[in-house]
């Protein structure tokens, strides 16, 4: 079993920076990749970062590159997502996942995710 908490998440203004945490309950936690994803009011899930089991392999993207970083930290079993000059359209529930993480940047890839966590930016 996988249980994935978040954390992190708060109102914040445009131009700002958040750090979200997730902490996983997992037996072998650097065995999975991890990802960051979220999902807008009204808006489909959509992937923005993950990273492989070892930390070798990244992706974002394309709309959070070169503000967002994702990191991950194994013997604490926790992965981060680091997101600075944030920006009104980066308002949505982030989730943190688990899984194969053949293509870092494809739901299909992830098995498990937490309940979210609520990124509000205010312009």
């Known amino acids: 079993q996988v249980r994935l908490e978040e954390s992190g998440g708060g109102v914040v203004q445009a131009g700002g920076s958040l750090r979200l945490s997730c902490a996983a309950s997992v037996g072998s936690f650097n065995s999975y990749a991890m990802g960051w994803f979220r999902q807008g009011p009204g808006k489909e899930r959509e992937a923005v970062a993950g990273v492989s089991w070892s930390g070798g392999t990244i992706r974002y993207a394309d709309s959070v590159k070169g503000r967002f970083t994702i990191s991950r930290d194994n013997a604490k079993k926790t992965v981060y997502l680091q997101m600075n000059n944030l920006k009104p359209e980066d308002t949505a529930v982030y989730y943190c996942?688990?899984?194969?993480?053949?293509?870092?940047?494809?739901?299909?890839?992830?098995?498990?995710w937490g309940q979210g966590t609520q990124v509000t930016v205010s312009s």
């Open positions: 996942s688990a899984g194969a993480g053949l293509r870092l940047l494809s739901q299909s890839g992830y098995d498990y």
